[in-house]
């Protein structure tokens, strides 16, 4: 499809003819001769005289030409473009942050895995949570893991391979062998704050209380509902535990309450699957898809036309003004 990005230009399409028709005609002083042939001259050569003067009129083909170049040059200002078929892309609406505990309670082998063996929690989240990642396309998705510290294992993305690889590879107590939710729930909110997505996700997931945190998860969660981020809480592990051991259900269950979230627990892989798929239906996939059209610019053509069919005038109003010089040269030559 052929548009014009200034079509405002063709505005100026009567530009030369108002010119021509409101300026004098340019003075030109030139020695003159008296002759008695005037009239007969000015019958030859078409001119118009005027008193003192001659207004020499010019040939139709050259008007033509300068015409035609006046609306090429007219057609390359006003900037003629293709335009080319729509291109559409996903960009997420959501950003999805993953709090994973990696605490040294993780390593209970008491989760059974998908062939029915005993495995430690941690092997079990990650199977699970690689199944989940795969369903995430069209999020943003970041990782942070927790013990004695919280760190962002994997920052706002969009390539979940990058998360799914990184997270199989995540060790029990690679970050600590404590919990610190509340901590790692206000570096989340701090990593929020680079983000423009409508929608902001948290899921904890964690075995344990908080028994090293420097800002507690209730403070956390305030400070979380305020900025717009909803917290859903995952909990893993017995709860009949006791001492560092215990779960902390009620703390979860306020996280997740006070922010508008869930609260879940998972006693076994497959319930913990299950959380999985329910919150992937509560956290539906939102994609807002951006289309736009790319645009070829084609000014050169006309302006192209133009030059070459004004060299080609020149060219050939020299080739007619030399002929007649040389065709007088060679009547000359024969009859000398």
């Known amino acids: 499809m052929l548009t014009f990005a200034y079509p405002w230009v063709a505005l100026l399409l009567p530009l030369p003819w108002l010119v021509s028709r409101l300026s004098p005609p340019r003075a030109e002083r030139r020695p003159g001769l008296r002759v008695p042939f005037f009239d007969a001259l000015v019958a ?5 005289p005027q008193s003192g003067a001659v207004v020499a009129s010019r040939d139709r083909w050259r008007t033509g030409v300068l015409a035609a170049c006046w609306l090429l040059t007219l057609a390359a200002l006003a900037r003629p473009q293709r335009i080319e078929a729509p291109l559409r892309r996903d960009q997420p609406t959501r950003d999805l942050l993953l709090l994973v505990d990696l605490s040294g309670s993780m390593d209970a082998r008491d989760f059974h895995n998908a062939s029915g063996q005993l495995t430690d929690r941690l092997t079990a989240v990650k199977g699970v949570l690689d199944d989940f990642l795969a369903r995430r396309q069209g ?7 927790f013990g004695d510290s919280p760190f962002v294992l994997v920052p706002f993305t969009t390539d979940l391979a990058l998360c799914r690889e990184l997270i199989r590879e995540t060790a029990v107590g690679m970050a600590g062998p404590r919990t610190v939710l509340g901590d790692a729930l206000g570096l989340g909110i701090t990593l929020f704050d680079q983000s423009r997505a409508r929608a902001r996700t948290v899921i904890a997931l964690t075995d344990g209380n908080d028994t090293a945190s420097r800002v507690p998860p209730p403070e956390a969660a305030r400070i979380a509902k305020d900025k717009g981020i909803v917290v859903h809480t995952v909990a893993i592990g017995d709860p009949a535990a006791v001492g560092e051991e215990k779960l902390d259900e009620e703390a979860l269950r306020d996280v997740a309450a006070t922010t508008g979230g869930g609260f879940y627990r998972a006693l076994d892989r497959e319930a913990l699957a299950d959380i999985y798929r329910r919150l992937d239906a509560i956290e539906t996939r939102r994609i807002e898809t951006v289309s736009f059209r790319p645009r070829t610019d084609l000014y050169w053509v006309p302006l192209g ?3 070459l069919l004004s060299l080609s005038a020149q060219a050939l109003g020299l080739a ?3 002929r007649p010089a040389s065709q007088a040269a060679s009547h000359s030559g024969g009859t000398a």
């Open 139 to 145: 999020d943003r998705v970041g990782v942070i893991v």
């Open 44 to 48: 030859l050569t078409g001119a118009r």
């Open 305 to 307: 036309l133009a030059l």
């Open 320 to 322: 007619l003004a030399s």
